[in-house]
């Protein structure tokens, strides 16, 4: 089992930065693929970023692709996202995700067993 908490959201104009972080506990997170999916009200979940378990690969999502930079600390538990020139339509909940051994497309919500509460990003226009 696997405890994912993350936090950094809040509250920032259109333009700034925001740097998201997923803390994780249980089982051993240096051995889970790592992911952040985002949902606004009304819309499905999206795909954002994936990160493998050494961190030497990673995909991004179209929707924030060049503006979003996915890490890890596996000595601190810790998976991180950095957001730039953030957008208003880039408020949403986002979320991470994990899992060990990943069946499905990595850019599915449904290829991941465990998911944090979510932290809520606005972005102000």
């Known amino acids: 089992q696997v405890q994912l908490v993350e936090s950094g959201g809040g509250l920032v104009q259109a333009g700034g930065s925001l740097r998201l972080s997923c803390a994780a506990s249980g089982r051993t997170f240096s051995s889970y693929r790592m992911a952040w999916f985002r949902q606004a009200p009304g819309k499905e979940r999206e795909f954002v970023a994936v990160?493998?378990?050494?961190?030497?690969?990673?995909y991004y999502g179209d929707s924030m692709k060049g503006r979003v930079t996915i890490s890890r600390d596996n000595a601190k538990n810790t998976v991180y996202l950095q957001m730039n020139t953030l957008k208003p339509e880039d408020t949403a909940v986002y979320y991470c995700?994990?899992?060990?051994?990943?069946?499905?497309?990595?850019?599915?919500?449904?290829?991941?067993?465990?998911w944090g509460q979510g932290t809520q990003v606005t972005v102000s226009s």
């Open positions: 990160i493998s378990w050494s961190g030497g690969w990673y």
């Open positions: 995700a994990a899992v060990e051994k990943i069946n499905g497309l990595p850019a599915l919500p449904g290829s991941y067993d465990y």
